[in-house]
């Protein structure tokens, strides 16, 4: 029987609108208190928040940091009894779930981790926050704009700590070189760039509706996206190439170096953004592009990021894995340009190309153990990915993919001719002609999906002016500004 949101109110104490129990009358943490942990979402990015949670970590000692695993949770079952399983195999006791919102009423849980896949990140966040649970969610924040500015709201109205898992906050030498280069050592700040060119083959051509794997709660899985027939051939981490459950790479691996680069350039707002790209190569059931780039105007300087999911050229018999392309080095990772050098994976270069100075880092590797310090300190100054960050970083990736999707297919011949008076995006387009050009079997009749520029107003966070109404269309919910009841994204937090 379907289960309206007035019933599902009524029949429980978890839902978005009475979810909130006053923190005054939960368990109020001291400087000593065992913090008493649930992961919500234990496949993938999940597995490897319980291996910190049951000691398997090196920069996450459970002892000196006084944490305990209580309870683990996937709609997956399979996903759930594994956890259990390893937990109980280093000699802790972890209650297994498959329904979320059961973790939300236990008692004994202070703080939830969740690596959900994306439409259930910001849903998560909101139903923790209101239930009187700290949380560190995985990125990306969001799956849509809107969601994002609803978690900021809630973690400030219930006075709890949103922590995100965009790592490289934590990274002590990523922080020293970005105030190396703000004190103005290299010139003025010019230009972000951000990549992620990481091999996605294809994800395979079904002929209909697919078997749900035998254990996986289906209608908690799609939890606020549509309950869709499924239509790829695995229900795991294949969710991130479409656009109800995932972003593309640009949210999802992507998500990393967007921040990173923001955070480079210091930017607080998008004002503009154009997407373009498409998905070459291979034809397959994915929606999201495997190739492309986002031109983002911000109110500091341009972020050009670009993604790459095929290889430098095609695999031969012999070459099975051909290598991936690379931009000054980079893979994956951002580069701040300046007028006179730039930053780039760890080394500051001059205008020459000479490396002028190292800046060790360690990719973030105490980023959970910050998250437990931030628990205790309650201390703003400690959260070091705190929800408007992720939120302001996540709308850049929003917005280049959203003018895509409102994008048309333009001829190889006429991009050539857009950018012809624009020196920055033509050097772009040469780069990503040539590239895909490599891989489609006929070089010359590809064609890229081109987004318009589409103008953003950063106190409303809506589109505005020319092409608005088609891409506000996606400003909310998994699909046409819905979420599918019980499991809903509050307008009111």
């Given at each position: 029987?379907?289960?309206t949101?007035?019933?599902?109110?009524a029949?429980?104490?978890?839902a978005?609108?009475?979810?909130?129990i006053?923190?005054?009358a939960?368990?109020v943490?001291?400087?000593?208190d065992?913090?008493?942990?649930?992961?919500?979402?234990v496949?993938?990015?999940?597995?490897?928040?319980?291996?910190?949670?049951?000691?398997k970590?090196k920069?996450?000692?459970?002892?000196?940091l006084n944490v305990?695993?209580?309870?683990v949770?996937?709609?997956?079952?399979?996903?759930?009894?594994?956890?259990v399983?390893?937990a109980?195999?280093?000699?802790?006791?972890a209650?297994?779930?498959?329904?979320?919102?059961?973790?939300?009423?236990?008692k004994d849980?202070?703080?939830?981790?969740?690596?959900t896949?994306n439409h259930?990140h910001?849903?998560?966040?909101?139903w923790?926050?209101?239930?009187?649970?700290d949380?560190?969610v995985?990125k990306p924040?969001s799956?849509d704009m809107?969601e994002?500015?609803?978690?900021?709201e809630?973690?400030?109205?219930?006075?709890?700590?949103?922590?995100?898992?965009?790592?490289?906050?934590?990274?002590?030498?990523?922080?020293?070189a970005?105030?190396?280069?703000?004190a103005?050592?290299?010139?003025?700040?010019?230009?972000?760039?951000?990549?992620?060119?990481?091999?996605?083959?294809?994800?395979?051509?079904?002929?209909?509706?697919?078997?749900?794997?035998?254990?996986v709660?289906?209608d908690?899985?799609?939890?606020?996206a549509?309950?869709?027939p499924?239509?790829?051939?695995k229900?795991?981490?294949d969710w991130?190439?479409?656009?109800a459950?995932?972003?593309?790479?640009?949210?999802?691996?992507?998500?990393?170096e967007?921040?990173?680069?923001?955070?480079?350039?210091?930017?607080?707002?998008?004002k503009?953004?154009?997407?373009m790209?498409?998905?070459?190569?291979?034809?397959?059931?994915?929606e999201?592009?495997?190739t492309?780039?986002?031109?983002i105007?911000?109110?500091?300087?341009?972020?050009?990021?670009?993604?790459r999911?095929?290889?430098m050229?095609?695999?031969?018999?012999?070459?099975k894995a051909?290598p991936?392309d690379?931009?000054?080095?980079?893979?994956?990772?951002?580069?701040?340009?300046?007028?006179?050098g730039?930053?780039?994976?760890?080394?500051?270069?001059?205008?020459?190309?000479?490396?002028?100075k190292?800046?060790?880092r360690?990719?973030?590797?105490?980023?959970?153990?910050?998250?437990?310090?931030?628990l205790?300190?309650?201390?703003?100054?400690d959260?070091?990915?705190?929800?408007?960050?992720?939120?302001?970083?996540?709308?850049?990736?929003?917005?280049?993919?959203?003018?895509y999707?409102?994008?048309?297919?333009m001829?190889?011949?006429?991009v050539?001719d857009?950018?012809k008076?624009?020196?920055?995006?033509?050097e772009?387009w040469?780069?990503?002609?040539?590239?895909?050009?490599?891989?489609?079997?006929?070089?010359?009749?590809?064609k890229a999906?081109?987004?318009?520029?589409?103008t953003?107003?950063p106190?409303?966070?809506k589109?505005t002016?020319t092409?608005?109404d088609?891409a506000?269309?996606?400003?909310?919910g998994?699909r046409?500004?819905?979420y599918?009841?019980?499991?809903?994204?509050?307008?009111?937090?």
């Open positions: 029987m379907r289960i949101r007035r019933q599902f109110l029949g429980t104490a978890i978005a609108g009475s979810l909130a006053s923190t005054s939960r368990h943490l001291g400087a000593n065992e913090i008493r942990v649930a992961i919500v979402g496949g993938g990015q999940g597995s490897s928040h319980l291996g910190s949670y049951i000691g970590d920069n996450f000692d459970i002892k000196a305990r695993l209580v309870a949770c996937d709609a997956d079952k399979d996903h759930v009894d594994k956890a399983a390893a109980g195999q280093q000699g802790f006791k209650v297994g779930v498959q329904d979320p919102r059961k973790i939300l009423e236990m849980v202070d703080a939830i981790v969740t690596a896949p259930w910001s849903l998560m966040s909101i923790a926050v209101q239930n009187g649970k949380i560190y995985e924040l799956h809107n994002g500015r609803k978690v900021v809630a973690a400030a109205k219930y006075k709890k700590i949103v922590y995100v898992g965009t790592q490289n906050r934590s990274d002590e030498g990523r922080r020293a970005y105030e190396w280069i703000w103005g050592n290299i010139g003025k700040i010019v230009r972000g760039r951000a990549f992620c060119y990481k091999p996605r083959p294809t994800i395979g051509k079904t002929s209909g509706e697919q078997p749900i794997p035998a254990g709660d289906y908690l899985w799609c939890g606020p549509p309950k869709d499924l239509r790829r051939k229900l795991h981490y991130h190439w479409f656009w459950t995932g972003n593309g790479d640009i949210g999802n691996q992507g998500i990393h967007m921040d990173k680069c923001r955070w480079g350039i210091r930017a607080t707002q998008v503009r953004a154009m997407g790209g498409g998905r070459f190569g291979y034809d397959d059931d994915a999201t592009p495997n492309e780039i986002a031109f105007e911000t109110d500091t300087v341009p972020i050009i990021f670009e993604v999911g095929l290889p050229h095609k695999a031969s018999e012999t070459e051909p991936m690379a931009y000054k080095g980079i893979r994956i990772g951002e580069i701040i340009e300046c007028e006179g730039y930053y780039d994976g760890g080394w500051v270069y001059d205008a020459k190309g000479e490396k002028v190292q800046f060790l360690d990719g973030g590797g105490k980023h959970r153990a910050n998250f437990i310090k931030a205790r300190s309650r201390k703003a100054e959260n070091m990915a705190p929800p408007i960050e992720g939120h302001r970083s996540a709308l850049c990736f929003h917005a280049g993919n959203l003018s999707r409102v994008g048309k297919e001829s190889q011949a006429d050539t857009m950018f008076t624009d020196k920055v995006g033509q772009c040469e780069r990503f002609q040539k590239h895909v050009s490599i891989n489609e079997s006929d070089a010359a009749k590809w999906t081109v987004g318009p520029w589409l953003f107003d106190e409303a966070e589109f002016g092409f608005a088609q506000n269309k996606y400003l909310k998994p046409d500004g819905k599918r009841e019980p499991f809903v994204v509050p307008d009111q937090v």
